[in-house]
């Protein structure tokens, strides 16, 4: 059996929604390997559901808020992107 995927989940820090990305296992081809940890944010990152910014990791739905933040190159702080979650029209919070 061959290993098809490993699942990294996330509690978004934006609004407490889980979310979930796939650890590439072609990782493991790699002589270094990074941590699990980073490897689990890399899951989120580039093509994944959502992003981490400002230390933060985003579902989605917070992510698109916090990209609206300046100009497409601008990285936004954390003390922006918490601002912006709070004006933003979005669903409840996660339980
Ligand atoms: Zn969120």
Not at 5 to 32: K, N
Not at 68 to 77: K, M
């Amino acid at each position: 059996m061959s290993l098809r995927d490993i699942t990294a989940r996330f509690s978004c820090d934006g609004c407490g929604a889980r979310f979930e990305g796939y650890i590439d296992p072609a990782w493991r081809t790699c002589e270094v390997l990074p941590s699990v940890f980073d490897l689990a944010e890399d899951a989120i990152r580039g093509f994944g559901p959502g992003s981490v910014q400002a230390d933060m990791h985003l579902c989605a739905a917070c992510t698109r808020v916090a990209d609206a933040i300046g100009d497409e190159e601008y990285l936004p702080t954390r003390d922006e992107i918490v601002a912006a979650l709070a004006r933003a029209d979005r669903p409840e919070r996660a339980p």
